[in-house]
């Protein structure tokens, strides 16, 4: 046996999506904007500083990033 048989294959990632797999955001003309990883990340971490925000108590102002 040789090495070249014990190696793992490796592949490159995919770079572009071979289909689309989630959702789009249709807006008021209906156009549709495919819903991105980056969209996602974004509204999670808005979420997450909202949520620290609130738990500082009532007054507390929002932070930006």
Same mark, same amino acid.
């Given at each position: 046996?040789? !090495?070249?048989?014990?190696? @793992?294959?490796?592949?490159? *990632?995919? #770079?572009? @999506?071979?289909? !689309?797999?989630?959702?789009?955001?249709?807006?008021?003309?209906?156009?549709? #904007?495919? %819903?991105?990883?980056?969209? %996602?990340?974004?509204?999670?971490?808005?979420?997450?500083?909202?949520? &620290?925000?609130? &738990?500082?108590? @009532?007054? *507390?102002?929002?932070?930006?990033?």
């Amino acid at each position: 046996m040789s !090495l070249q048989h014990n190696a @793992p294959v490796q592949h490159p *990632a995919p #770079t572009q @999506p071979r289909h !689309l797999i989630g959702g789009a955001v249709v807006d008021a003309q209906g156009r549709e #904007t495919a %819903i991105t990883e980056n969209m %996602i990340q974004q509204a999670c971490q808005d979420l997450d500083r909202q949520w &620290r925000d609130a &738990r500082k108590g @009532p007054g *507390a102002r929002p932070q930006r990033a």
